[in-house]
């Protein structure tokens, strides 16, 4: 793909980076110019200092040929702009948003002749933030957040001292909400469970939950056997 990024902060040149690094092409506009000078010396693609709301510097980045348009800048009214005109030079661009203040989401999110300009839209505030939050409340397993659906997958550690150890998935009663996705042993070996899988005696397994009953798939999935059965 060919990607155009509006802004370098640190979201913008780690997706750019992250882009690069998986074989797609990258521009970035950037107003800044000594970060726009830094920047030609960090990626491989080009780096246009500029204003990515004027339209002829989104020409200049070819935005015509882009296959997606990014406006990951900290400033909300700048990346509704910018997105709105990459939409218009070309309709077929995928245009991602970043919105900071939360307060500028819920507007926007109201605002429903907008939504045809935006593609994707995302607050790394907000989900950085919920996601600190939640390790604060229940620390100690990694999780892949889905603000938007009100869901999570979560990955739980197996060893020789769960009470799942060795057991058939049918025989965990997960929630109605809660679905194993997949389980890995001691070695590392992807199995892709039904209800005959039994779980490994180390290793992990992975779960998509609905937030809600998070808890409770953490309550029976890290429990431990009684010392004497250990």
Do not use: W
Request: hydrophobic share 40%; glycine share 6%; aromatic share 6%.
């Amino acid at each position: 793909m060919f990607v155009v990024i509006m802004g370098a902060g640190r979201v913008g040149f780690l997706v750019a980076k992250m882009l690069e690094e998986d074989g797609h092409d990258v521009t970035i506009i950037e107003m800044d110019k000594a970060r726009a000078k830094e920047l030609s010396l960090l990626i491989n693609g080009l780096v246009i200092e500029g204003d990515a709301t004027d339209p002829k510097t989104l020409e200049e980045a070819n935005i015509k040929q882009a296959d997606a348009f990014a406006a990951l800048t900290g400033k909300d009214d700048a990346n509704l702009l910018a997105c709105i005109l990459a939409k218009h030079l070309n309709p077929k661009v995928k245009t991602s948003l970043r919105l900071g203040n939360p307060k500028n989401r819920r507007i926007f999110e109201e605002v429903t002749d907008l939504k045809r300009y935006f593609d994707f839209v995302i607050s790394p505030e907000e989900i950085a933030a919920e996601y600190i939050s939640r390790n604060i409340v229940t620390p100690g397993f990694d999780r892949v957040l889905f603000p938007k659906e009100g869901a999570e997958i979560v990955r739980f550690t197996i060893d020789e001292n769960s009470e799942i150890a060795g057991k058939y998935v049918r025989d965990l009663k997960l929630p109605r909400d809660a679905l194993m996705i997949a389980v890995y042993d001691e070695k590392g070996n992807l199995i892709i469970p039904s209800g005959d899988t039994k779980l490994p005696e180390r290793g992990q397994v992975i779960v998509f939950a609905k937030n809600s009953i998070l808890d409770s798939v953490k309550g029976l999935l890290e429990r431990r056997r009684p010392d004497n059965e250990s």
